[in-house]
């Protein structure tokens, strides 16, 4: 199962969400959301620390 994690923006807050694709099963599953700490990832949520 591949995995993708995506940063995206809603008005001035930072989101990742974890993606997981089932290519046999053909199934899109989301793993989880949350907003990146930046004690462990850069102010825009771009770079881990």
């Given at each position: 199962m591949?995995?993708?994690l995506v940063?995206?923006?809603c008005g001035a807050d930072v989101v990742h969400v974890l993606?997981?694709?089932d290519i046999a099963d053909k199934f899109v599953?989301?793993?989880t959301t949350y907003r990146p700490d930046v004690a462990l990832w850069s102010e825009d949520g771009r770079k881990r620390q």
């Open positions: 591949a995995s993708y940063r995206a923006e993606f997981a694709f599953r989301i793993i």
